[in-house]
T-cell receptor
Framework: DSGVTQTPKHLITATGQRVTLRCSPR?????VYWYQQSLDQGLQFLIQ???????AKGNILERFSAQQFPDLHSELNLSSLELGDSALYFC?????????????FGQGTRLTVV | GDSVTQMEGPVTLSEEAFLTINCTYT??????LFWYVQYPGEGLQLLLK?????DKGSNKGFEATYRKETTSFHLEKGSVQVSDSAVYFC????????????FGAGTQVVVTP
């Protein structure tokens, strides 16, 4: 158990809909990272938050947004969903990138858009 | 930008065979290098890491050495087990990247009895 909790584990929704994925980081970790794993794109970094503030952005679509709340949990919002958004979405947390500490990953949310 | 290239799979081996998965990287700075493993239906787990040149990471019989001169971080295991069947990802994190990971495409390893 990595200590990172993601809900829900599975999500099936229709095109055009909006979903919210939730991530609770390990206790004490201030950084949260979101990654997308798809068959054609592999593992792609989407966005990072640190203590409530956005720190880095990767290949995140404009239809996607995220936030980190005061209790440090994070949500990834995906809207106007398309078939190609079907993927496994991972959240990872890290206490600090100083000193090369490792990232701990949740088990992911599998999103299927039909 | 930074990138990671690893050998394509699937790699199919018999139990007790030697495993090598090649990984090379491109980075502007001095990245930390990682191998993550993903077992079926699970998330990613850190297998080993190395933070500077010539460092050797090791865990569960797996080893990888950070080779700056060849920009490589090949993963090796001397005798694989069926339980090692998984997808292995090579990744890097640059000093200036706020801890985000750049992953390779992943290599599926299948170990048969």
């Amino acid at each position: 158990d990595s200590g990172v909790t993601q809900t829900p584990k599975h999500l099936i929704t229709a095109t055009g809909q909006r979903v919210t994925l939730r991530c609770s980081p390990r206790s004490g970790d201030l950084s949260v990272y979101w990654y997308q794993q798809s068959l054609d794109q592999g593992l792609q970094f989407l966005i990072q938050y640190y203590n409530g503030e956005e720190r880095a952005k990767g290949n995140i679509l404009e239809r996607f947004s995220a936030q980190q709340f005061p209790d440090l949990h994070s949500e990834l919002n995906l809207s106007s969903l398309e078939l190609g958004d079907s993927a496994l979405y991972f959240c990872a947390s890290m206490s600090s990138w100083e000193g090369r500490t490792e990232a701990f990953f949740g088990q992911g949310t599998r999103l299927t858009v039909v | 930008g930074d990138s990671v290239t690893q050998m394509e799979g699937p790699v199919t081996l018999s139990e007790e065979a030697f495993l090598t998965i090649n990984c090379t990287y491109t980075a502007t700075g001095y990245p930390s290098l990682f191998w993550y493993v993903q077992y079926p239906g699970e998330g990613l787990q850190l297998l080993l890491k190395a933070t500077k040149a010539d460092d050797k990471g090791s865990n569960k019989g797996f080893e990888a050495t950070y080779r700056k001169e060849t920009t490589s971080f090949h993963l090796e295991k001397g005798s694989v087990q069926v339980s090692d069947s998984a997808v292995y990802f090579c990744a890097l994190s640059d000093r200036n990247s706020w801890g985000k990971l750049q992953f390779g495409a992943g290599t599926q390893v299948v170990v048969t009895p």
